[in-house]
């Protein structure tokens, strides 16, 4: 009862934390505008440098990356905490060491599920490809790290975020698998990736039409 009970907090907590929406507000403050109804119609870093310019953008995607920090840092934190604190026999380091990892697939997958579909925006939202890096980052530096760097060099090489975004996603679903980390993890990655591909529909048909936007380019 006890982990559900964190958990279901766990839940919430990463979900709002992924919902805020930082491209939207940044539309909102710095000119004025639904960043929705501009560029690619997404609230995400890509479509704010477009839409608002480098330095905005920088700050979208570095918030939008620490959302997904965040999330999985609260989960390992709150969990022993509500466990020590509800209980009058703390969990043992086995019991800590089996139920963490999953109280961390759930953060994940809810701050992910937050950023691309927020409450605050009628359940609309960006790709979540910045707030999956944040989660691989603290759940997994190694995965992470091999993720980003996938992408900055792919990017660099065709100056197509999406795709870029894309080949990250599938990289970080082979290291996982090649590093064999907690089950949850696994799951977490395969799943948290499969829905970043999946929010990159309409730019995989642009892709395969050719239509889709280089970087610094309009959409």
């Known amino acids: 009862m006890v982990f559900w ?8 907590t990463a979900y709002l934390l992924g919902s805020t929406p930082t491209g939207y507000l940044a539309g909102k403050m710095l000119k004025g505008i639904d960043i929705r109804e501009h ?9 704010v440098l477009r839409t608002l310019g480098k330095w905005p953008a920088l700050a979208v995607l570095l918030i939008d ?37 999953w109280a961390v697939f759930l953060a994940g997958l809810a701050v992910l599920l937050g950023h691309g579909r927020s409450v605050w925006l009628n359940f609309t939202g960006g790709k979540s490809a910045a707030t999956g890096l944040g989660v691989l980052l603290a759940m997994s530096w190694p995965i992470g790290l091999g993720a980003a760097m996938v992408f900055g060099v792919a990017l660099t090489a065709f100056r197509i975020v999406s795709l870029s975004s894309m080949l990250a ?33 309409a730019n995989i048909r642009r892709l395969l039409a050719g239509t889709e936007p280089r970087l610094g380019k309009v959409s």
């Not at 009970?5 to 919430?12: C, K, P, S, T």
């Not at 997404?42 to 479509?47: E, I, K």
């Open 5 to 12: 009970i964190a958990a279901a907090v766990g839940l919430a």
């Open 65 to 101: 990356v620490l959302k997904g920090v965040g999330a999985i840092i609260f989960a390992r934190w709150f969990y022993p905490w509500f466990s020590t604190v509800s209980s009058d026999t703390p969990p043992t380091a086995l019991d800590m060491q089996n139920s963490m990892p």
């Open 169 to 201: 996603a599938l990289t970080a679903i082979a290291l996982v698998c090649g590093l064999e980390p907690p089950l949850p993890y696994r799951l977490l990655v395969i799943t948290g990736g499969i829905y970043v591909i999946v929010r990159h529909r």
């Open 39 to 47: 560029g690619s119609k997404s609230t995400g870093a890509t479509n």
